[in-house]
């Protein structure tokens, strides 16, 4: 279930995944109970405290711009993170240096701004991607997600040696949000901690990670700025 809080004039998103259980009256056939047991909570009493902690933790203000942005299905979540189901999306990217960086931002922003074969302007989207590809974290990759309209075969070539177009297929990947700015030992942190999670919850992370960032951190307040650590994972299923 997603809804937005209406009464806060940022309007934050509540996000709720679990299990309802309803009950039959044996003698009218009619419904007689409805317990929901909620994913990110262990205790699901009646108002717990535990349950009014979690919806008062999803009112933290975060700023996300009014840009396309890659689709991706909530399939569950937790207390620490949640799951996601992503579908196929095109980056533009060059050679980055590490996770929290922005070399290389400046030639895939100029790819979209005109700097490519056919000098066409190309619509902004958010969130901007850094990505290392293994745990050490040797390569990293700065990215601009592409609008989903666009596809390999109707996109301008780049102009600039090392920008390259590269579809990316998609899947599941775990994605725990974060405010404030993004410097390199809070992302390591954050990822450390959401691999904990994952493996202590048994589930499969591949190696590497994404640092997703949604924000002009030049124009958004620290508190508001919203961040995030994605992971892929092997495989997930809901039972």
């Known amino acids: 279930m997603v809804m937005k809080f209406m009464p806060l004039p940022w309007k934050p998103e509540l996000i709720f995944t679990g299990t309802s259980v309803m009950g039959i009256n044996p003698d009218t056939g009619k419904f007689c109970s409805h317990v929901d047991y909620w994913d990110s909570i262990q205790k699901n009493d009646y108002f717990s405290s535990e349950g009014l902690w979690d919806v008062f933790k999803q009112l933290r203000i975060y700023k996300t711009p009014d840009l396309e942005t890659p689709k991706y299905q909530i399939l569950k979540r937790t207390a620490n993170y949640e799951v996601r189901k992503y579908e196929p999306f095109i980056v533009v990217?060059?050679?980055?240096?590490?996770?929290?960086?922005?070399?290389?931002?400046?030639?895939?922003?100029?790819?979209?701004?005109?700097?490519?074969?056919?000098?066409?302007?190309?619509?902004?989207?958010?969130?901007?991607?850094?990505?290392?590809?293994?745990?050490?974290?040797?390569?990293?990759?700065?990215?601009?997600?592409?609008?989903?309209?666009?596809?390999?075969?109707?996109?301008?070539?780049?102009?600039?040696?090392?920008?390259?177009?590269?579809?990316?297929?998609g899947g599941i990947a775990a994605a725990l949000k974060f405010s404030g700015k993004p410097v390199e030992d809070v992302v390591l942190?954050?990822?450390?901690?959401?691999?904990?999670?994952?493996?202590?919850?048994?589930?499969?992370?591949?190696?590497?990670?994404?640092?997703?960032?949604?924000?002009?951190?030049?124009?958004?307040?620290?508190?508001?700025?919203?961040?995030?650590?994605?992971?892929?994972?092997?495989?997930?299923g809901l039972d």
């Open 93 to 169: 990217e060059t050679d980055g240096e590490k996770l929290s960086g922005s070399k290389g931002f400046n030639d895939v922003a100029g790819y979209i701004f005109g700097k490519n074969s056919s000098q066409e302007k190309i619509p902004m989207t958010t969130p901007v991607f850094t990505q290392a590809f293994d745990n050490k974290r040797s390569k990293v990759s700065i990215q601009i997600v592409l609008p989903l309209d666009k596809n390999m075969s109707n996109l301008p070539d780049p102009n600039l040696e090392g920008i390259s177009l590269r579809k990316v297929e």
């Open 189 to 236: 942190k954050k990822e450390r901690k959401l691999r904990s999670s994952l493996e202590r919850d048994g589930l499969k992370p591949k190696i590497g990670c994404l640092l997703a960032r949604y924000n002009d951190p030049g124009r958004t307040w620290s508190l508001m700025l919203r961040n995030e650590v994605l992971i892929w994972l092997e495989e997930f």
